[in-house]
């Protein structure tokens, strides 16, 4: 009987171990960048010929570097791990000013976006022992808020009043590729989360579809894009 009862206490702590060993981190932060340019123009019907539309015309068709940051919290499944958690990032573009027919632009702009997502996510990393490769999917709603400045870093104005700012809602999607670092220095990994506890770092590049125009407003900026983003992750 004590033999028995030794056996099961044993097993137990065994099995109590490993559980550990499996569970998730409790948090992952991601840092990341992508080159976006807001879909504002797709509001503007253009033709050969015409002017261009108000957005190419001020800050010309080039993108801009979009940074964002993110944390997560983490629940346990069978395969991978769920998180819920919050991202904010920052945007900027330089150009020029539309003048009225006629006049001389001479005067400089700057647009200033600040997109904010709540998102639900699943990273498949059951495997990373065998495989450094973690697919992830998200999905979730975005808020965008932004600003237009003039020449002298003051908020323009649409016409009297009417302040150049405001606030879009909308949603997004994402799929791409964790690629777990850990296995390019097994040794330095089990320091990093010894001395910094630092679970797990990723090279992580994903896919990124947003559509933030107030959910098909007529009279919202189209802030949506399609961005492809690069950064690390770290598991806490």
Known sequence: MIRILYTTLLLS??????T????PPKYTLD?????????IDSQFERSAGSVLPPYESAFSGDPSLLFKISMQRNIATP????????SAGYWCKE???IAPTGSDASDTTEMIIYPFQLQASYRVDRWLDYVPLAPIARVGLSYSYWRIYDGSDSVAEFAPGQKATGGTLGWHAAVGIHLLLDALDPEAAIDFERDAGLMNTYFTIEY??????D??????????????MFGLALDI
């Open 13 to 18: 702590s065994l099995v109590s171990v490993a």
């Open 20 to 23: 550990a060993d499996e569970a």
């Open 95 to 97: 150009g020029k000013a």
């Open 31 to 39: 840092i990341q960048l992508g080159s976006y340019t807001p879909n």
């Open 215 to 228: 959910f098909g407003s007529a009279e919202s900026f189209r802030l949506g894009d399609e961005v492809l």
């Open 208 to 213: 990124q579809y947003s559509r933030v125009d």
């Open 79 to 86: 395969i991978g791990t769920t998180g819920i958690g919050v």
